[in-house]
């Protein structure tokens, strides 16, 4: 009967570099397949000033959807990098869990692409970019709470601290996203003809993650003040 043997902690640590290396060669393809999407239209031979802005406009909204996703994209790199610090080991779990992330990651330019289609008429295209953003958001808040909550094996000893304040980030992240997504979603279902109050639920996104900011920001400062006094203690 043969067993399969454990790697060797050398083997391991190369193969979770390959991952975290494969994650970020994912990153940066969605990104360049983002900016592929905008072209110059063909310039007429004669063109007005006053026709300029008319004739751009349509590539002014791809560069803006693509600037909006680029910084989705870069932050949610930046997130999963302060996240990936911790780890010195992994698992099938973990495996799963970043294909899970990186599956929202490749998507954006799909998302970005249908948003352009929005209009007062057609959401849907709105609510998949929404979609886009929530996986994101709940793949991050899962591998979180897989690596500090379920397996701290995973990570490195110590940095309590961070680790908690990284996973709470990463919670009301989620939490932020999946709530206001639900209630824009309920405001269009419940009041199909009220654009007043259609546009009054875009706001509760922002506000919550301003609320959310806040609270975390106050959780750190009573989180290092407990730690300073403890040591100060000892």
């Not at 043969?2 to 902690?9: A, F, Q, W």
């Not at 379920?150 to 919670?171: C, S, W």
């Not at 309920?186 to 007043?196: D, G, K, R, S, V």
Request: net charge positive; proline share 5%; charged share 15%.
């Amino acid at each position: 009967m043969s067993v399969i043997k454990e790697p060797k902690p050398f083997y391991r640590e190369f193969e979770l570099e390959r991952l975290l290396l494969f994650s970020d060669t994912v990153f940066a393809i969605a990104i360049t397949l983002l900016i592929l999407e905008i072209k110059l239209p063909a310039l007429p031979g004669k063109m007005p000033v006053n026709g300029y802005w008319e004739f751009f406009e349509p590539t002014a909204i791809q560069f803006l959807a693509f600037a909006v996703s680029f910084v989705f994209i870069g932050n949610f790199w930046v997130r999963h990098l302060q996240l990936c610090r911790f780890l010195q080991n992994y698992n099938e779990g973990l495996i799963h869990r970043h294909l899970f992330f990186l599956f929202f990651i490749v998507t954006f330019p799909f998302s970005t692409s249908a948003l352009l289609h929005t209009s007062s008429h057609f959401m849907l295209p709105f609510f998949i970019y929404l979609c886009n953003v929530a996986g994101c958001l709940a793949a991050l808040f899962w591998i979180s709470y897989f690596v500090f909550q379920k397996n701290p094996d995973l990570a490195v000893t110590g940095h309590h601290t961070e680790k908690e304040l990284i996973y709470q980030r990463f919670k009301y992240g989620f939490l932020t996203m999946a709530t206001g997504f639900t209630c824009i979603a309920m405001t269009y279902f419940l009041f199909p003809e009220n654009t007043a109050y259609q546009r009054i639920s875009y706001i509760l996104i922002p506000a919550l993650a301003l609320f959310n900011y806040f609270r975390l920001k106050i959780k750190k400062r009573n989180t290092l003040r407990l730690v300073h006094k403890m040591g100060a203690n000892h």
